[in-house]
């Protein structure tokens, strides 16, 4: 008996020991957050400059995420647990982040939710409507996808519910993945609110407005974004003020432009204007060329089956070849191609139509690992060229960005081009190419194209300064101007995304890949860092499913049951032991 009391009278303190100690791990841990990130790619670990960013901050920042109310849909509730677990994150490494879950319609009415939602929609979030159906009917719910960020006297929408363009994964997965990048892009904006100043060139041919509008809505999300017509004024693309009025004497400010994009120029450049981006480039300035060396086009088959295909001569390769690259007047060929559609009859009098591979049109699959790049599945390029290296590197870094496969076939020009390609099987033995440039970075110290070569009328006053090598800086060269289209909705008058193929209602990663190159060429690498950080979704061995379904099936049903048991056995062994001790004592 009295054994039996000094065991309870043990057991009771044991448990109340117990109770004491989890009740004061619960309160400490309700204190902290931390996370073991066990998985290969490291995707729930937040990026290196992420942190960094979270780090600096010197300000308090407040995030009043909207993914919460009433009837939310179990996706989301899960999505609202990611946001938060990320922000958790967040506030690891800056104790400036504050951030609350928010129902904007609690206890509203039917009218005052409207006007709330409207009040949403004016700030850039745009609430998701959610339609269900129950015992009582339908019903539609409507989900405000994302969060306002606060910094100082600025706020800014940040949204957070994104569906994958290329519809090859759930929003919710996608969404997930994006995360990271959706509120650093936000909170940087407002942390560090120096806009990087983007140009369009127009005078030469380029893509108009209309051709460009879906880039430069996107870029206008990060950049000052405007068109420059050149004109052979040296004040077109440097900033210059008067000093002295009374001596007459001016200053040059440097570059008005952070990056300049010449797209698809269809007309030659004189040596002023040529001299222009020249000295752009000796002043630290960037550029992104987007280049069609002939004058081949899929417009050009809309209205015959064929054309002649030639060089276009656009005068800048005394430019190309300073800067080390050349950019070929060749087409390519390349069996990693799209389809286009071809007549084939009528029935009636409507026309009928089928798809036919065209290897002039090339679905761009091969990327280097660099940053610009990593994260691109496809590109879409239409009647690209090639671009190579020329010269000794000398203080020049050359990448290459995007190949084309490993069965290309190059057409010099001039060619003729004829729809009939597509019907003709392809010789084997001319395709014989492979992975050949169609994207290049360069980046380092450029020499001018005029250096030693200035003529006197070019630059003829002294504060304005010939410069005849650069800082360190990058440019960017692409041998398609296509790449960065955007055709039209008839209907609704709005721009398509770039790289959308208007046949197959496909879209390809043309916008990123743009997005990307200006956010290195403005040296926001922190930004580039987070966006291309990819995360491998692991596939089970469809070889192995058919093969062995069953054995893995049954593996994992009994694997874990015999482990309870086992486990079961052991704590019942282990008891009888210890307390069959305990009773004979």
Same mark, same amino acid.
């Given at each position: 008996?009295?054994?039996?009391?000094?065991?309870?009278?043990?057991?009771?303190t044991?448990?109340?020991?117990?109770?004491?100690?989890?009740v004061t791990?619960?309160?400490v841990?309700?204190?902290?957050?931390?996370r073991?990130d066990?998985t290969?790619d490291?995707?729930?670990s937040?990026?290196?400059? &992420?942190?960094?960013?979270?780090?600096?901050?010197d300000?308090k920042?407040?995030?009043?995420?909207?993914?919460?109310?009433k009837?939310?849909?179990?996706?989301?509730? @899960?999505?609202?647990?990611k946001t938060? *677990?990320?922000?958790?994150?967040?506030?690891?490494y800056?104790?400036?982040i504050?951030?609350?879950?928010?129902d904007p319609?609690?206890?509203k009415?039917? *009218?005052?939710s409207?006007?709330?939602?409207?009040?949403?929609?004016?700030?850039g979030?745009?609430?998701?409507?959610?339609s269900?159906?129950?015992?009582?009917?339908?019903?539609?719910?409507? !989900?405000?996808p994302?969060?306002?960020?606060?910094?100082k !006297?600025?706020e800014a $929408?940040?949204?957070? #519910?994104?569906s994958?363009?290329n519809?090859?994964?759930?929003?919710?997965?996608y969404?997930?993945q994006e995360?990271?990048?959706n509120?650093?892009?936000?909170i940087?904006?407002? #942390?560090?609110?120096? &806009?990087?100043?983007?140009?369009?060139t127009?005078?030469?041919?380029?893509?108009?407005?209309?051709?460009?509008?879906?880039?430069?809505y996107?870029?206008?999300?990060?950049?000052s974004?405007?068109?420059?017509?050149?004109?052979?004024?040296?004040?077109?693309? =440097?900033? +210059?003020?008067?000093?002295d009025?009374?001596?007459?004497?001016?200053?040059?400010?440097?570059n008005?432009y952070?990056v300049?994009? /010449?797209?698809?120029?269809?007309?030659?450049?004189?040596d +002023?204007n040529?001299?222009l981006?020249?000295q752009?480039?000796? =002043?630290g300035?960037?550029?992104?060329?987007?280049?069609?060396a002939?004058?081949?086009?899929?417009?050009?088959?809309?209205?015959a089956?064929?054309?002649f295909? /030639?060089?276009r001569?656009?005068? @800048?390769?005394?430019?190309?070849?300073?800067?080390?690259?050349?950019?070929?007047?060749?087409?390519?060929q390349?069996?990693t191609?799209?389809?286009v $559609?071809?007549?084939?009859?009528?029935?009636?009098d409507?026309?009928?139509?089928k798809?036919?591979a065209?290897p002039?049109i090339?679905n761009a699959v091969?990327?280097?690992s660099?940053?610009?790049?990593?994260?691109l599945?496809?590109?879409?390029?239409?009647?690209t060229?090639?671009?190579?290296?020329?010269?000794?590197?000398?203080?020049? =870094?050359?990448? %290459?960005? #995007?190949?084309?496969?490993?069965? &290309?076939?190059?057409v010099?020009?001039?060619?003729?081009?004829?729809?009939g390609?597509?019907k003709?099987?392809?010789i084997?033995?001319?395709y014989?190419f492979?992975y050949?440039?169609l994207?290049?970075? !360069?980046?380092?110290?450029?020499?001018?194209?005029y250096?030693?070569?200035? $003529?006197?009328?070019?630059?003829?006053?002294?504060?304005?300064g010939?410069k005849?090598?650069?800082?360190?800086?990058?440019q960017?060269? %692409?041998?398609d101007?296509?790449?960065?289209?955007?055709?039209?909705?008839?209907?609704?008058n709005?721009?398509?995304?770039?790289?959308y193929?208007i046949?197959t209602r &496909?879209l390809?990663?043309?916008t990123?890949?743009?997005?990307?190159?200006v956010?290195?060429?403005c040296?926001?690498?922190d930004?580039?860092?987070v966006r291309?950080?990819s995360f491998?979704?692991?596939?089970?061995?469809?070889?192995?499913? =058919?093969?062995?379904?069953t054995f893995?099936? /049954?593996i994992?049903i009994?694997? $874990?049951?015999?482990?309870i048991?086992?486990?079961?056995?052991?704590?019942?062994l282990?008891?009888?032991?210890?307390?069959g001790?305990? +009773?004979?004592?």
């Amino acid at each position: 008996m009295n054994n039996s009391k000094k065991y309870k009278k043990t057991a009771l303190t044991s448990l109340l020991v117990a109770i004491v100690i989890l009740v004061t791990l619960n309160i400490v841990f309700s204190y902290l957050f931390f996370r073991i990130d066990l998985t290969q790619d490291k995707r729930n670990s937040l990026s290196k400059t &992420t942190i960094e960013l979270l780090k600096s901050l010197d300000e308090k920042i407040y995030i009043k995420v909207y993914l919460k109310g009433k009837n939310q849909p179990a996706d989301y509730e @899960l999505f609202a647990k990611k946001t938060e *677990d990320i922000l958790q994150e967040f506030r690891r490494y800056s104790k400036n982040i504050y951030f609350e879950f928010v129902d904007p319609i609690a206890g509203k009415s039917a *009218d005052e939710s409207k006007a709330i939602f409207g009040e949403f929609y004016k700030k850039g979030l745009h609430p998701i409507p959610i339609s269900k159906q129950d015992a009582t009917g339908f019903s539609t719910h409507y !989900v405000v996808p994302g969060a306002m960020i606060s910094y100082k !006297v600025k706020e800014a $929408p940040a949204t957070l #519910v994104v569906s994958d363009p290329n519809n090859s994964s759930s929003w919710l997965d996608y969404s997930v993945q994006e995360l990271e990048y959706n509120l650093v892009a936000t909170i940087r904006q407002l #942390v560090a609110p120096r &806009t990087a100043k983007i140009a369009f060139t127009d005078g030469h041919g380029e893509l108009d407005f209309m051709s460009t509008s879906w880039m430069m809505y996107q870029l206008k999300r990060f950049y000052s974004v405007e068109r420059v017509t050149l004109d052979g004024r040296i004040n077109t693309l =440097r900033s +210059i003020a008067i000093e002295d009025s009374v001596k007459q004497t001016i200053k040059d400010l440097g570059n008005k432009y952070d990056v300049l994009i /010449v797209a698809q120029p269809t007309e030659p450049f004189d040596d +002023i204007n040529k001299y222009l981006i020249d000295q752009h480039i000796m =002043r630290g300035g960037k550029v992104l060329w987007l280049i069609d060396a002939s004058n081949a086009s899929i417009d050009s088959l809309q209205t015959a089956p064929e054309f002649f295909a /030639v060089e276009r001569p656009l005068g @800048l390769n005394t430019l190309f070849f300073k800067y080390g690259v050349r950019i070929n007047p060749n087409l390519i060929q390349d069996l990693t191609c799209l389809s286009v $559609p071809i007549p084939s009859g009528y029935i009636g009098d409507q026309p009928q139509f089928k798809f036919w591979a065209f290897p002039y049109i090339v679905n761009a699959v091969n990327f280097s690992s660099h940053p610009i790049t990593r994260k691109l599945k496809n590109l879409k390029m239409d009647f690209t060229g090639t671009v190579d290296f020329i010269g000794s590197s000398g203080d020049l =870094r050359k990448t %290459v960005l #995007v190949t084309t496969s490993e069965r &290309t076939k190059m057409v010099p020009t001039p060619a003729i081009v004829s729809l009939g390609v597509v019907k003709s099987k392809p010789i084997m033995e001319e395709y014989a190419f492979k992975y050949l440039p169609l994207a290049v970075l !360069v980046e380092g110290e450029f020499n001018s194209a005029y250096s030693g070569i200035l $003529p006197v009328e070019f630059d003829t006053i002294k504060e304005l300064g010939f410069k005849d090598q650069s800082p360190h800086t990058r440019q960017i060269f %692409v041998a398609d101007g296509d790449v960065i289209r955007n055709y039209f909705d008839s209907k609704s008058n709005q721009p398509y995304p770039a790289g959308y193929d208007i046949y197959t209602r &496909t879209l390809y990663d043309n916008t990123d890949f743009i997005l990307n190159c200006v956010n290195y060429l403005c040296a926001d690498d922190d930004l580039l860092q987070v966006r291309s950080k990819s995360f491998k979704i692991g596939t089970l061995d469809p070889q192995k499913i =058919r093969e062995n379904g069953t054995f893995y099936a /049954v593996i994992n049903i009994i694997i $874990p049951l015999v482990m309870i048991l086992v486990m079961g056995v052991v704590l019942i062994l282990i008891r009888r032991r210890r307390y069959g001790r305990i +009773i004979k004592k």
